[in-house]
């Protein structure tokens, strides 16, 4: 690729980690001997520890690429958005920036609260980079956009939280780059403004505007970026197109990188999920009555067991399974009270103590062929939880159909994949409408 | 909205760690903020006085007080000697050059702290905001020249052709202010110590200078020592200039004071250079 705009090279930030503000300064050094001098001791000097927050970071990014920076709390992606914008500078290596950058990094860049919408309005632009003619320009479009204008020579500081971030935001969002780099933008503001927001940032890359984005929004993220680069303790251990990158990253949280673990056994009582009230045993994903080892099958019904103990007599408990996506959007949720076809019988009663066997049946064709995890909670009938088991077991769906047998094929927008989180085949009827 | 990206040459940017040079680079980064740094001096011009009931005439108030002080308790009670001028005089033309200095170094020692916000999201050339707070008090400062005309005019002095050294003396004393507010904002952003130990030693240096006293008191086998405090230049030849001639600023006077304010210019635009490096990390 020779058309990059930004292009990292080893690039690398190094703090130290204080034991107070001044810790490792010549002048603090020189107190500590001074006040070692008073108390007659030689005081120990305080271990310097460095921390690479970012090292060996080596990328390119293109025009008008939409790439995500997922990963941990901590994991470098901020300092490296801090890196690019040059609100500080890398210890080692370096990057290369082509054309106007523009950064937002967390809301609310440098308002005075004294000041008016207006009078920030031009201080914020001219910090950005905007120049007089271009801010006056653009005037109108950022008061309307933030939705401020009848608060424009209100002091900012009588704005709600809310209205600032929508000023700042819209500042920012007005300013003409190559580049824009976000940080956490959607993170906060209410439920419009978040979607304004998204939409914004899509009209902007669809301007040809590159964009590197750090969300903890997953779906977002997939919503606007085509590229990710996963993080981890300062490193980029993956750079992927976008859904794959998520589901990895998601797989790589939940520790089950690569694969899936569809059968759980809880050996010893005392470590299994659960209180004084259930423990679990087991929770397995059954296909034909048998544990499944690679992928079930679409076009199969597919069964969840959960095996657990009522360790008091007489407890109502309700077992409940939460299934989400390798996006790590929820799809659904079911219990054992509010069934399909018949009262789960054993579940309205008071129960014995001693093991019980729950078995939920998903039916063929309502899952797509993705990766699906499953969360499990028992409550009792008086909707006290006793159990939280996040992400338990999971599982991939497959679709073994040879769609050369059938008459049609799915449409080649589908892609490669068929989209959605489920696939459900629905009841339909197509007649041909007369007397219109 | 995306005239950006009509065909333009985009700016090629490095971003890699400090080295000694880029000195230059530093200085020449200022132009294209220039638009950013005169908002940022509306910003705290407006957010000084914003609320205020007298706004402006803020900047005389301070030498107003500090002149009517003076003059009561150096000029009426102690009878300082001043130089041949009436005290009231004397006093108003150190109180102005003192407040300026004094307000500059002090003001500009915060100006990074006090900045935090925009510099941990922003990227802009840092050096703006020293100079900013330097602008800031140079602007008070010539606001408040403004209180000499009525005492000139009350005593009948009317200066000659030499107040046209004024704008030599008052560059003078803004590259002084600039390099103080420039080396203690960074080494204040580093150590807060400076933050609390510069009031304390401005008002020291107060005592140092001839601000509400005449050289005269001072003995004179110490005066060319005496003289070699960057502060008597400035204040001299500002006296001067307005047509006293008592103490007339000397040549070594001079040059100590043009000596200290380049060196101190030039090496606060170097340690600014590489403090910036790690403001940021630790502000």
Not at chain 1, 113 to 134: K, Q, T, V
Not at chain 2, 131 to 153: E, G, H, K, R
Request: proline share 5%.
């Amino acid at each position: 690729m020779t058309n990059w705009m930004i292009k990292s090279e080893a690039l690398g930030k190094q703090y130290t980690l204080h034991r107070n503000a001044t810790g490792t300064s010549p002048l603090a050094a020189a107190a500590d001997g001074i006040r070692a001098i008073f108390k007659g001791k030689k005081t120990p000097a305080p271990a310097k520890e460095k921390l690479w927050a970012v090292r060996d970071v080596t990328f390119e990014i293109s025009e008008g690429e939409r790439v995500a920076l997922i990963g941990a709390n901590g994991s470098g992606k901020s300092t490296l958005l801090k890196l690019l914008s040059r609100v500080t500078e890398p210890t080692e290596g370096q990057a290369l920036i082509r054309g106007r950058v523009n950064s937002l990094l967390e809301v609310g860049t440098g308002f005075h609260p004294d000041l008016s919408g207006r009078e920030n309005i031009f201080l914020n632009a001219s910090l950005l980079g905007m120049s007089r003619d271009e801010t006056h320009r653009k005037f109108d479009m950022i008061v309307a956009f933030a939705g401020i204008s009848r608060f424009l020579d209100e002091a900012v500081k009588h704005y709600s939280s809310g209205m600032q971030l929508r000023l700042a935001f819209s500042v920012a969002a007005h300013v003409e780059s190559d580049i824009l780099l976000l940080d956490e933008v959607l993170a906060v503001g209410d439920l419009v403004f978040q979607d304004q927001c998204q939409n914004k940032i899509a009209e902007i890359a669809d301007a040809g505007t590159t964009i590197v984005f750090v969300s903890h929004a997953l779906s977002s993220v997939a919503e606007l970026c085509n590229r990710a680069m996963i993080f981890e303790q300062g490193h980029i251990v993956e750079d992927k197109p976008v859904k794959q990158a998520i589901s990895h990253y998601i797989e790589r949280a939940r520790g089950i990188e690569g694969g899936c673990r569809q059968a759980v056994h809880y050996g010893a009582p005392e470590t299994a999920p659960g209180n004084h009230v259930v423990r679990l045993r087991s929770v397995s994903v059954l296909q034909n009555n048998k544990p499944v080892e690679k992928a079930v099958l679409l076009n199969r019904d597919i069964e969840i067991e959960i095996i657990y103990g009522n360790l008091v007599p007489d407890s109502k408990l309700r077992v409940c399974l939460l299934i989400s996506d390798h996006l790590g959007n929820d799809v659904f949720i079911t219990d054992n009270i509010y069934t399909a076809k018949r009262e789960d019988m054993v579940a309205l009663s008071p129960q014995e103590t001693g093991f019980y066997r729950s078995l939920c049946c998903i039916p063929a064709g309502l899952l797509n062929d993705i990766k699906y995890f499953v969360t499990l909670l028992i409550y009792d009938h008086g909707d006290v939880r006793h159990l939280l088991a996040q992400n338990v077991v999971s599982f991939d769906v497959k679709d073994d159909t040879d769609y050369s047998k059938h008459l049609v094929h799915f449409p080649a927008d589908y892609c490669i994949r068929v989209p959605g989180t489920v696939r459900q085949n629905l009841s339909w009827h197509t007649e041909k409408a007369e007397n219109l | 909205m995306n005239e950006a990206h009509s065909p333009r040459p985009k700016k090629l940017t490095i971003i890699k760690p400090t080295t000694g040079r880029g000195i230059l680079a530093t200085s020449t980064e200022i132009w294209p903020y220039r638009s950013a740094l005169y908002r940022m001096l509306l910003r705290d011009l407006r957010a000084r006085y914003r609320h205020t009931a007298f706004g402006f005439t803020w900047a005389l108030v301070s030498p107003m007080i500090w002149l009517l002080v003076y003059s009561f308790f150096f000029g009426y009670l102690v009878r300082f000697p001043s130089d041949g001028w009436p005290y009231p005089l004397f006093a108003i033309t150190g109180i102005v050059v003192w407040t300026f200095l004094s307000r500059a170094t002090l003001e500009g020692a915060q100006c990074l702290i006090n900045n935090t916000h925009i510099i941990s999201k922003i990227y802009f050339p840092r050096i703006i905001l020293p100079l900013n707070q330097s602008v800031m008090a140079f602007t008070d400062f010539v606001i408040s020249l403004a209180l000499l005309v009525p005492v000139l005019l009350y005593y009948d002095i009317i200066p000659s052709a030499r107040v046209l050294y004024l704008p030599l003396i008052l560059t003078l004393a803004f590259f002084m202010a600039l390099g103080a507010a420039t080396w203690f904002s960074a080494l204040n952003a580093r150590y807060r110590d400076i933050g609390l130990a510069l009031p304390l030693a401005v008002q020291v240096w107060l005592f140092c200078s001839p601000v509400f006293y005449s050289m005269s008191i001072v003995p004179e086998s110490y005066r060319d020592y005496y003289s070699l405090n960057p502060v008597v230049g400035v204040l001299q030849s500002f006296r001067w200039a307005l047509g006293n001639d008592t103490f007339a600023p000397t040549l070594p006077m001079m040059l100590s004071s043009i000596t200290f304010s380049l060196a101190l210019f030039i090496s606060a635009m170097f340690y600014f250079h590489r403090a910036q490096r790690r403001l940021v990390d630790t502000l």
